[in-house]
């Protein structure tokens, strides 16, 4: 069992840029067991589905904006936007899947 000083150390180490494998393959050697080190090391992904949508729909409502007022470059802003609502697609049926 891992002690939270010696968690505190390895995060500090991972802070300053030691790698990870050399930092798992140390802790195997001084004999802590793999679920104690993968404690540590657990990759934390975060949902970013919510932010894609939001900012797909303002970027759409300025690519409209562009369009309705001929101010130029609207399918840039257009196109980004669709860009945008193909990576939330993709996203969530990524979600669906794992669950």
Known sequence: ???EEKIKEIQKLLRKGVPEGELKNQLTEQGYTNEDIEEIFISRTYD???WLLVAA???LFFGLYLFITNSGRY???IAFSGF????YYKLQQKAQ???
């Not at 945008?84 to 990576?87: G, T």
Request: proline share 0%; glycine share 6%.
């Open 57 to 59: 729909i303002l970027i």
């Open 97 to 99: 899947k794992s669950d």
């Open 84 to 87: 945008l609502f193909y990576e």
């Open 48 to 50: 970013v589905r919510g």
């Open 75 to 77: 399918l840039v802003a």
């Open 1 to 3: 069992m891992l002690t």
